[in-house]
């Protein structure tokens, strides 16, 4: 398997552009990396055709419950990532030319009610997109 990026979620109403909090993403949408954070609760939200970092390709709830592990829920989030790959970009992720990384809840927004997963697209090569990787068969 190619690699993967992670982020995780750290703390959480976006506007077409601009900045954003990560808890509003919807799938479809494109947003920029932040620096190095390993904690991300807002992103500079942009438009698909410009070009950008990232793209929201799907999410997920993890069951409720008490909070499993940071190790169980990055398992979680890679499975879940990895499954829904194909079905939005429309190449299995073996032979796409794109990666994929998650942002999912910490032990402390956990605590606050939180349980969704993204999964976001991104250029393996570390270029930046243009456009949506919707069945894009990129």
């Known amino acids: 398997m190619k690699r993967a990026l992670a982020v995780i979620v750290a703390s959480g109403v976006l506007a077409a552009c601009g900045q954003g909090n990560v808890f509003s993403l919807e799938v ?76 999912h809840p910490t032990a402390d927004s956990w605590d606050n009610g939180d349980r969704e997963v993204i999964c976001m697209l991104s250029e393996l090569s570390g270029e930046q997109l243009i456009g949506s990787m919707k069945d894009s068969g990129a």
Do not use: I, K, M
């Open 28 to 103: 479809g949408q494109c947003f920029q990396d932040q620096s190095a954070a390993t904690e991300v609760s807002d992103v500079e939200v942009v438009d698909c055709d410009d070009a950008h970092d990232n793209e929201v390709y799907g999410l997920f709830d993890l069951p409720d419950g008490d909070y499993p592990g940071a190790e169980a829920v990055q398992e979680a989030a890679v499975l879940g990532c990895y499954d829904r790959f194909e079905g939005f970009v429309g190449r299995d992720y073996e032979s796409s030319r794109l990666d994929f990384g998650w942002l």
